[in-house]
């Protein structure tokens, strides 16, 4: 890894400059699109964008090599903060590497671990060629592991932060075992941090929960619930049971893949 891989993001509105490192042909994923077009999710990195202000705390659950964390912290700056969490070696060196090219190390703690509901070690099984889909359950299909550590989320969190302003939990269908380590958090928190979250039935139905039980557990918390959509760049409001229902209907076809990505908060 030197600077000559590195690449300059492409990302309109960035208060400066910004460079990643990323992954060689094996990832056809993040690392590709970030070569060829220096954006990655093009709508939430503009959501990100508008939510943070200076001095905001951003947690990052899942965060790959570092994009949105390297991100949030360009807004945040050295008075904000950012938790990224990721369990990969691999997307973990590069987060770290990261924050030094970016010079963000004050602002940006990465923690080489995956957040579930319990602490304690696990394993992280691997995908082969996208470095972004690694997942902390076994699933149907044979996959090459690594051991990891998991930590509940308000436990480790929970002395290290007194303000949450937005956290993006992206986690390939462990997010329901990840809201539940932070909802006593969550709770105690003053103010309720806007959440960025990747609902997919089949994942979450793979690791042991499901659609509706993560909507129903994000609806504990009182917020409205917005479809991020990425084509129209627009949110669109919907309720506890729409989204529920949703879900119910994907799961009644049991090779479905479909996924949303959802916000959760007030949005003026």
């Known amino acids: 890894m030197n600077p000559s891989t590195a690449v ?10 910004l460079q990643l490192y990323v992954h060689g ?7 590709r699109r970030i070569r060829e077009e220096g954006i990655w999710e093009p709508y939430e990195t503009e959501l990100v964008l508008e939510i943070l202000r200076p001095g ?16 949030a912290a360009s807004v945040v700056g050295e008075e904000g903060a950012v938790f990224a969490f990721e369990p ?4 973990f060196r590069l987060l770290q590497a990261n924050a030094e090219l970016n010079a963000q190390q004050q602002a940006i703690t990465p923690v080489p671990a995956a957040l579930s509901d319990a602490s304690g ?11 972004g889909d690694h997942q902390v359950y076994a699933g149907g299909e044979p996959r090459p592991s690594v051991p990891i550590t998991l930590y509940r989320g308000s436990d480790f969190l929970g002395s290290r932060l007194q303000r949450m302003d ?8 462990s997010e329901f075992n990840v809201i539940a380590g932070l909802m006593p958090l969550l709770f105690a928190l003053r103010r309720k941090p806007r959440i960025i979250i990747e609902l997919t039935p089949y994942s979450l139905r793979e ?14 918390l009182g917020q409205p619930l917005w479809i991020i959509d990425h084509i129209e760049h627009s949110l669109h409001r919907c309720t506890v049971e729409e989204l529920a229902v949703w879900c119910d209907n994907w799961d009644r076809v049991p090779e ?7 916000l959760v908060g007030q949005m003026d």
């Open 8 to 17: 300059a993001l492409q990302i309109p509105d960035l208060p400066r400059p």
């Open 25 to 31: 042909e094996r990832d056809q994923f993040v690392s």
């Open 56 to 71: 905001d705390v951003f947690v990052d659950v899942g965060a790959n090599i570092g994009y949105f964390s390297v991100l």
């Open 88 to 91: 990969d070696p691999d997307n």
């Open 121 to 131: 070690k696990g394993q992280l099984y691997l995908a082969a060629d996208n470095l």
């Open 166 to 173: 937005l956290l993006k939990v992206d986690t390939q269908g």
């Open 207 to 220: 690791a042991g929960a499901s659609g509706r039980e993560l909507i129903e557990l994000l609806a504990q």
């Open 256 to 262: 479905d893949r479909g996924f949303v990505n959802v």
